[in-house]
């Protein structure tokens, strides 16, 4: 079975700081995601990931940016948090074929105070 | 721009009824449609998968088809259970890259 894991389950952090939030997955996916999902909006594409060292912007990426030193971990970076992002991150990742599905992590639950 | 609709927001049925959930989306150029389950405070968990060439996908009591033409899947879940309570999210996949989801559909099953 394929597996996603992200480092943390829960987060709290403040205003200003820089938070690093980490997914590793076992199945050698070229491609991995970052979404957020936030009540009424659903999940949002921040980041994606194609290969090492490549990265694509998504529909929200102000605030955010990526990094991707090894196949199997993809890690997003809040470099100032600010309150509004807080929200729930989930990482995902799939093989490099668009017929694939898509396979999630459990998910990072982050507050920004 | 590829837009999701999932319809209703949220459903209340009584355990052993068999039900539907509605997904329908914009653009049919699609690659295949993914149906996932979410639990609150959790991540998501890949149900059914139809590729775009296929009309129908089956596992266990979910049964999700796929009517490319119209913009239309549904998820048939039969004799419901309390542990189906969940959030059922459906999702579009347009491009290697491109999923777009809806914003779900709430599932209470009362037992």
């Known amino acids: 079975d394929v597996k996603v894991t992200q480092s943390s389950r829960y987060l709290v952090k403040r205003t200003g700081e820089k938070v690093f939030l980490e997914c590793v997955q076992d199945?050698?996916?070229?491609?991995m995601f970052w979404y957020r999902q936030d009540p009424g909006l659903g999940l949002r594409l921040i980041y994606f990931?194609?290969?090492?060292?490549?990265?694509e912007k998504g529909d929200i990426p102000e605030g955010y940016s990526v990094s991707r030193e090894k196949k199997e971990r993809f890690s997003l970076i809040l470099e100032s948090a600010s309150t509004n992002q807080t929200s729930m991150y989930l990482c995902?990742?799939?093989?490099?074929?668009?017929?694939?599905?898509?396979?999630f992590g459990p998910g990072t639950r982050l507050t920004v105070t | 721009k590829q837009e999701v609709t999932q319809i209703p927001a949220a459903l209340s049925v009584p355990e052993g009824e068999n039900l539907v959930l509605n997904c329908s989306f914009t653009?049919?150029?699609?690659?295949?449609l993914q149906w996932f389950r979410q639990d609150p405070g959790k991540g998501l968990t890949s149900l059914l998968l139809?590729?775009?060439?296929?009309r129908e996908q089956t596992s266990g009591r979910l049964n999700a088809s796929l009517d490319k033409s119209s913009g239309r899947s549904t998820l048939y879940i039969a004799a419901s259970q309390p542990g189906d309570s969940a959030t059922y999210l459906c999702?579009?996949?347009?491009?290697?890259?491109?999923?777009?989801f809806g914003t779900g559909t709430r599932l209470t099953v009362i037992p």
């Open positions: 990931s194609y290969d090492v060292k490549m990265k």
């Open positions: 199945m050698d996916h070229e491609n």
């Open positions: 999702a579009v996949k347009t491009g290697a890259n491109n999923l777009f």
């Open positions: 995902a990742s799939t093989q490099d074929r668009a017929g694939r599905e898509q396979y």
């Open positions: 139809i590729q775009s060439s296929q």
């Open positions: 653009d049919s150029a699609i690659y295949n």
